[in-house]
């Protein structure tokens, strides 16, 4: 196993300087191409939820919602109903199913607050979510991607 990536503390100072709904655009824009290209769909519970991911190393901060089955990015700075936060390697391993949120949460290397049935909703729906191909590729392993 390698050794964990640790980004300079600079980044995440930076980070929390940069305004929210400015990190939030470039994040929910990410979200929908992912679902555009059918990659992740949310479930209907989403509808007109709110959230919150931060990548704590990082300092950024997203918040999004679901309207219409489309994510959205939060401009009112209102508090988000579910709120995650871990670093940037354990959301990467999270998104490609090399842990789950359960293990992260209990290592303590997930960070969870808010509506906690909000939050077995969107741990569920991650936990079954299919991943393309090339995001559970392990990095340096296989073949080049290819589109």
Do not use: Y
Not at 74 to 101: I, S
Not at 107 to 124: F, P, W
């Amino acid at each position: 196993m390698s050794p964990p990536i640790v980004l300079p503390a600079m980044l995440a100072r930076i980070g929390r300087r940069l305004p929210t709904p400015l990190v939030s655009l470039h994040f929910v824009a990410g979200l929908e191409v992912a679902r555009r290209l059918k990659w992740l769909a949310p479930p209907p519970e989403l509808e007109g939820r709110s959230f919150a991911i931060t990548v704590e190393d990082l300092g950024l901060r997203n918040c999004f919602t679901v309207k219409r089955g489309a994510f959205r990015p939060v401009w009112n700075g209102a508090p988000a109903e579910l709120e995650l936060g871990a670093k940037a390697a354990e959301l990467l391993a999270l998104m490609r199913q090399e842990t789950d949120a359960d293990t992260l949460f209990f290592q303590r290397r997930l960070r969870i607050s808010g509506d906690t049935e909000l939050g077995l909703i969107v741990k569920n729906w991650l936990d079954a979510a299919p991943r393309p191909a090339w995001l559970q590729r392990a990095a340096g392993v296989d073949a080049p991607l290819r589109p």
